[in-house]
């Protein structure tokens, strides 16, 4: 065997999938006692992490309360939240927000008449206190930052850029009795080399699945890979249905859905129809601080009536000063598309934005397959219920990150099979000759999803992009087993099951209910308890 043929292999205590506030959250509080490793198929901090702007919720200020930040939570997810996940989250904030304080997170803060400083926190959406704090409009790129500096100079902490996980080894897979996984196989985009990383514990910390949808504010790598390989390997996956499409983006063809932060509605930001007219007023009697569902579907009413591309959000009101100390990357950033918005309204308009479903855990992030734990935008933890509230999605991250810590410290020494492991078979595959095969469906699924699958559904609707997804897995299975796998291959697999998930779900909800709408059932279910989408693998 040549050195190029050979398989390299690796051996951790913990195989961390994705490199976000979840898996660097995770990696930096395991560290000092375990080997992590970390796998990230871009450079480390290309998740939507880096891209959020608005902030963390947390109960910081003693006008606030756990009680108000429960209820605020739970009325955003109209019946579904779990209550114990909702109560564990809150209860858990406080101290990880203190957590990321002592990490150098530059949190923005406020001096007030006695000289004091204080961290400033903002309000958005669904809020009923000011408890979002934040790093100005760019909290994530600030988190983010900070995470991935104190990753590199952990001496426990292996760092594996440009990697991209394909599938965990489980027990089933090796044909053994067991329910355990065992690792998992990844390719190595530098080599095009798919090496096997052996771990007692494996984390998928792979962020959403909103690249499904045609328009999105997150990064091209959101393809939901976490959620597709926990349900390939035999994990329930829950409440797809509920994709959360983010009211405010800009408006323009090369602006790629930059997202404007909930905070500038909570700021005074008026949305506006073309003629100048407010219309929140009409759909909410909270404007535009309802939540986020109400102003997408109120935002795509009034599109869809008037015929217009966009409507207007404006905040010319407030002075140019406080507009770019609060939003300096907006405002900078709208300037580049030829808008100031300290002076005019700015065009915006709805992009798939989080996946409020994913792997069934519990509260220590524990998927149905042992040492197997999903955390962050891939899990489902019960915690967002039919709708997350704004600012609620980083923290769940980083909860969950603490509590599935402890649990894999409390694992740590226990014994556990070591299977013989398979190196990856390339022996039956070629290079592919059809990369367009690749390219065209990955078009075809993001736009059926975006006309067919979008913010308001019916039956025909999904039952069109059922047929539909039905023949791109075939297509896409035949390919996936005749040729090389590539990154844009990978993806696009996964792309396909999470959109089957995402329809099925759908279709299986026979009511109307926070982000999920339908034409055809525009009510909520009232006869019955409000009830998840469970989809199991073993049944399906
Ligand atoms: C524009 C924008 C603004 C937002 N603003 C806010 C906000 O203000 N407050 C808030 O709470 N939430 C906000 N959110 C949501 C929040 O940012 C995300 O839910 C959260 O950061 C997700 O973190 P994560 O660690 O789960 O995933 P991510 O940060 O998305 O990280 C996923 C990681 O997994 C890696 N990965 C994926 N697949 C693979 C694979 N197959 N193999 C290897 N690596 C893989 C990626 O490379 C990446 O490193 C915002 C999101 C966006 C897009």
């Known amino acids: 065997m040549t050195d190029s043929q050979k398989t390299i292999n690796h051996q951790h205590d913990v195989l961390i999938i994705g490199s976000g506030a979840a898996g660097l959250g995770l990696a930096l509080r395991l560290a000092d006692h375990a080997s992590v490793a970390v796998i990230s198929k871009n450079e480390l901090a290309e998740g939507s992490t880096y891209y959020a702007q608005g902030g963390i919720s947390a109960v910081?200020?003693?006008?606030?309360?756990?009680?108000?930040?429960?209820?605020?939570?739970?009325?955003?997810?109209?019946?579904?939240?779990?209550?114990?996940?909702?109560?564990?989250?809150?209860?858990?904030?406080?101290?990880?927000?203190?957590?990321?304080?002592?990490?150098?997170?530059?949190?923005?803060?406020?001096?007030?008449?006695?000289?004091?400083?204080?961290?400033?926190?903002?309000?958005?959406?669904g809020h009923s206190h000011r408890r979002v704090i934040h790093a100005a409009d760019a909290t994530g790129k600030a988190l983010s930052t900070t995470l991935v500096n104190h990753a590199r100079h952990h001496q426990n902490i292996e760092l594996f850029e440009n990697h991209i996980a394909i599938d965990v080894i489980t027990g089933k897979k090796l044909r053994q009795k067991d329910n355990r996984v065992y690792g998992a196989y990844i390719l190595n985009r530098d080599t095009d080399k798919v090496e096997t990383f052996k771990a007692k514990f494996v984390i998928l910390a792979t962020g959403g699945a909103n690249k499904v949808y045609l328009y999105t504010t997150n990064p091209d790598g959101s393809t939901g890979d976490g959620i597709a390989i926990a349900w390939r390997a035999g994990c329930e996956v829950a409440n797809m249905e509920f994709m959360q499409f983010h009211p405010t983006c800009l408006y323009h063809p090369e602006a790629k859905s930059f997202l404007i932060t909930e905070a500038v509605r909570g700021e005074g930001g008026k949305l506006l129809l073309p003629n100048g007219e407010r219309f929140m007023d009409r759909f909410d009697s909270r404007g535009e601080l309802a939540p986020r569902d109400i102003v997408a579907r109120a935002i795509d009413h009034e599109?869809?009536?008037?015929?217009?591309?966009?409507?207007?959000?404006?905040?010319?009101?407030?002075?140019?000063?406080?507009?770019?100390?609060h939003f300096p990357t907006i405002h900078q950033r709208c300037l580049e598309f030829g808008y100031d918005m300290t002076k005019e309204p700015i065009p915006v308009v709805p992009a798939a934005h989080y996946t409020c479903g994913g792997v069934k855990t519990d509260l220590n992030g524990r998927t149905n397959i042992e040492g197997l734990y999903a955390i962050g935008e891939t899990a489902f933890t019960g915690l967002h219920g039919a709708n997350r509230m704004a600012s609620n999605s980083i923290?769940?991250?980083?909860?969950?990150?603490?509590?599935?810590?402890?649990?894999?410290?409390?694992?740590?020494?226990?014994?556990?099979?070591?299977?013989?492991?398979?190196?990856?078979?390339e022996s039956q595959v070629t290079d592919s000759d059809e990369e367009v095969v690749v390219t065209h469906n990955w078009h075809e699924l993001r736009q059926f999803m975006w006309d067919y699958v979008g913010i308001v559904r019916t039956d025909k609707r999904?039952?069109?992009?059922?047929?539909?997804?039905?023949?791109?897995?075939?297509?896409?299975?035949?390919?996936?087993?005749?040729?090389?796998v590539t990154n844009d291959l990978i993806e696009l697999r996964n792309l396909a099951v999470v959109a089957d998930l995402i329809i099925q779900s759908a279709i299986a909800r026979k009511e109307s209910r926070g982000l999920h709408y339908s034409l055809d059932y525009p009510e909520a279910e009232s006869n019955m308890p409000a009830h998840n989408t469970v989809l199991s693998p073993q049944t399906k």
């Open 462 to 484: 999904l039952a069109r992009a059922k047929s539909r997804v039905d023949l791109l897995l075939n297509e896409i299975g035949e390919y996936y087993g005749n040729f090389k």
């Open 60 to 125: 910081l200020k003693p006008t606030d309360s756990f009680d108000s930040h429960i209820e605020d939570t739970m009325n955003a997810g109209v019946g579904l939240c779990d209550p114990e996940a909702v109560k564990f989250t809150v209860e858990h904030a406080p101290d990880n927000i203190q957590w990321l304080i002592d990490l150098g997170v530059p949190f923005t803060t406020d001096q007030h008449q006695n000289g004091q400083r204080d961290f400033h926190l903002t309000r958005e959406g």
């Open 395 to 425: 923290l769940e991250c980083l909860v969950f990150a603490e509590s599935t810590c402890k649990h894999i410290l409390s694992q740590l020494n226990s014994d556990s099979p070591k299977p013989d492991i398979p190196n990856w078979d």
């Open 303 to 325: 599109i869809k009536r008037l015929g217009t591309d966009f409507v207007y959000l404006d905040i010319s009101h407030k002075s140019a000063a406080f507009i770019k100390s």
